[in-house]
């Protein structure tokens, strides 16, 4: 496969959308193929950090590693997308590691009165002791909401143990006087759960999307302990802005140096907030994902798409995935290898190399001609 000619999106009907016995079951919703994960308790500067891991380091092949939104936990915000098929065709290639923020596990004891949450800078220093208990030598991170402001953070402070990010939903600003009197006022009309739905979700989903909605709602207040939730979301509305620039654009701007996808629903709440996190990126190596149809949580209701960009964004950084359709393979799941071809992280999105030791453009995540493709060195806003 000496280069990429068209690359498109198929139809997918969202997940999680009208069907009834699926929500319904929440054993089901939450289902996983968890035979092989394994559970730890990482010390860390900070406090203990729960991590559910998968598979073991393989060679100079990077981690996955999430981080989930506040008012979820590893399961409610990943489970949907990791077990998309797939996903799973891709993701059996590296060692996966879950990172549950301080105390949002299921089961987890609740904090005593008068417990100082580690801080959003905090939260990410903790990482580093997750890298070196399983002996990773980078990651590539994936994270969610105030999981992928912790991820941000942790790649500004630790580059060179990430090379790559996966950031949905980020929003690089911290709370204004007047967003942090809403949230008060919020708190004080609203149950918790229903706070962070606002969060998650945008006003028409809340009124058009019942059933997903009302599926959160019960799984936040029955597998996240509350307490423990209102000291991460009281410290997520306390965070303060990332500190990056885009190149040229101001002195000695500092911004992420690994290849970054920015990933945001044509409907969801963080809308804004994305899009100013991609005019402060390097243009050369930040590709803008605008998902159709997809509201907050792009993983869950739209995992096919998220899954063939994320596809797309691997090979852009040289690991070829050489996955077939099994629409065309008499619906059995075929096998995939995942190669890695030449590591480079000032030009990894940029230019790659092929099979056979010549450049290869870019990845994408729409059709576009390969000549087209030649020419692209900059922020690319894609829409599917």
Not at 89 to 113: L, M, R
Not at 250 to 276: F, H, I, Q, S, Y
Request: negative net charge; proline residues 5%; aromatic residues 8%.
């Amino acid at each position: 496969m000496a280069g990429l000619h068209e690359q498109r999106f198929t139809e997918e009907k969202p997940l999680l959308r009208g069907q009834d016995t699926e929500m319904e079951n929440s054993d089901t919703f939450l289902s996983a193929v968890d035979t092989d994960w394994k559970e730890h308790d990482i010390e860390t500067p900070y406090g203990l950090l729960h991590v559910v891991i998968r598979g073991s380091p393989k060679g100079n092949r990077p981690a996955l590693l999430t981080y989930h939104d506040v008012g979820l936990n590893h399961k409610l915000c990943f489970n949907t997308f990791f077990n998309f098929e797939d996903m799973q065709e891709i993701t059996k290639h590296f060692v996966v590691c879950h990172v549950d923020a301080p105390g949002q596990q299921a089961g987890a004891s609740q904090f005593p009165q008068g417990y100082q949450y580690p801080s959003m800078d905090q939260l990410a220093a903790m990482l580093p002791s997750v890298v070196q208990h399983f002996g990773f030598k980078y990651v590539i991170g994936i994270g969610v909401g105030a999981g992928a402001y912790v991820l941000a953070k942790f790649a500004l402070i630790f580059p060179d143990l990430v090379e790559g990010l996966v950031l949905v939903n980020v929003d690089p600003n911290g709370k204004g006087w007047i967003d942090w009197a809403a949230t008060k006022l919020s708190g004080l009309t609203s149950t918790l759960p229903d706070t962070v739905l606002s969060h998650l979700f945008s006003q028409e989903e809340l009124v058009s999307n019942t059933e997903l909605v009302q599926s959160y709602r019960q799984q936040i207040g029955s597998m996240v302990n509350q307490f423990n939730l209102q000291l991460f979301w009281n410290m997520y509305n306390s965070r303060r802005d990332l500190d990056i620039n885009r190149p040229g654009s101001v002195p000695n701007a500092k911004t992420l140096r690994c290849p970054v996808m920015l990933v945001v629903g044509d409907n969801a709440p963080a809308e804004d907030g994305v899009v100013e996190c991609n005019s402060k990126l390097d243009p050369t190596t930040t590709t803008f994902l605008k998902m159709a149809d997809s509201g907050g949580l792009p993983q869950v209701t739209q995992p096919g798409k998220l899954t063939e960009a994320f596809k797309y964004f691997l090979q852009g950084m040289g690991y070829i995935a050489y996955l077939k359709d099994r629409r065309l393979s008499g619906g059995s799941v075929p096998s995939a290898s995942m190669t890695r071809l030449a590591r480079s992280r000032t030009a990894s999105l940029t230019s790659a190399s092929s099979v056979d030791g010549a450049p290869r453009p870019r990845a994408c995540t729409h059709s576009e001609s390969s000549q087209d493709m030649g020419q692209v060195n900059h922020t690319m806003e894609v829409s599917c």
